[in-house]
């Protein structure tokens, strides 16, 4: 069955470093991929969308790779701020249009002041 | 901000209650979700509909059922509350097409005693 796994559940790091989250999966072949912010309490909220013939996205501090050789996707903040801190998920897309994406468990980011 | 609406936001009941979850948006998306998370763990698709009379059941098991007879409205019914129900309940909704991204509600927190 399909699988996808974020690199961990926590991620602490110190304010004004990069964070670096990962997204692996396994046994699907996804159209596009997507990345989600989600605060305590709160639903998602989409952040970025690359499709599978790209290498790369950028949006204000936010970047993301995407390897579909390596079946994973890179998803970097810059300059990282203790506002940035939250459950960050990844969600593969289908080829087909009707299949619901699939969404990872999350890794929660802390930026420490 | 995302025109997904969930009502009631909090609800707490007594354990053999029939419930009723509402959700409605104003976006006029064809595709319509329900996720249930506990705190700090993963989304798990409980339901889902590609468009009016149609839906489907999704990964999670689930003692709940839907109905989709108009676009904007999706509806989620407990028959019988158990307290194995209490959760967080999240409903979202994209339109079709690839790589659309995905809008959620606020949520509905259930406490089932």
């Known amino acids: 069955s399909q699988k996808i796994e974020q690199n961990s559940e926590a991620l602490n790091i110190q304010e004004g470093k990069t964070a670096t989250l990962t997204c692996n999966y396994t046994n699907y072949s996804p159209a596009y991929l997507q990345w989600y912010r989600q605060d305590p309490g709160r639903g998602p909220v989409f952040l970025l969308l690359?499709?599978?013939?790209?290498k790369e996205k950028r949006k204000e501090r936010l970047k993301v790779t995407f390897d579909t050789t390596l079946k994973q996707s890179l998803f970097h903040i810059t300059a990282s701020q203790p506002a940035d801190s939250a459950t960050y998920l990844c969600a593969l897309g289908p080829k087909s249009g009707n299949t619901p994406l699939v969404f990872g468990k999350g890794t929660r980011l802390s930026v420490i002041a | 901000e995302a025109d997904i609406y969930q009502t009631p936001r909090y609800l707490v009941i007594g354990t053999g209650k029939k419930i009723t979850l509402e959700c409605s948006q104003t976006?006029?998306?064809?595709?319509m979700y329900w996720y249930q998370q506990d705190p700090g763990m993963e989304l798990h698709l409980i339901h889902y509909s590609y468009g009016v009379n149609s839906t489907e059941k999704g990964d999670l098991s689930s003692e709940s059922t839907v109905s989709r007879i108009r676009t904007e409205h999706f509806p989620l019914t407990l028959e019988s509350a158990r307290p194995s129900h209490t959760s967080q309940y999240l409903c979202?909704?994209?339109?079709?097409?690839?790589?659309?991204?995905?809008?959620f509600g606020p949520g509905t927190r259930l406490t089932v005693l």
């Open positions: 976006m006029g998306h064809d595709k």
């Open positions: 690359i499709r599978e013939n790209e």
């Open positions: 979202a909704s994209r339109t079709g097409g690839g790589g659309n991204e995905q809008f």
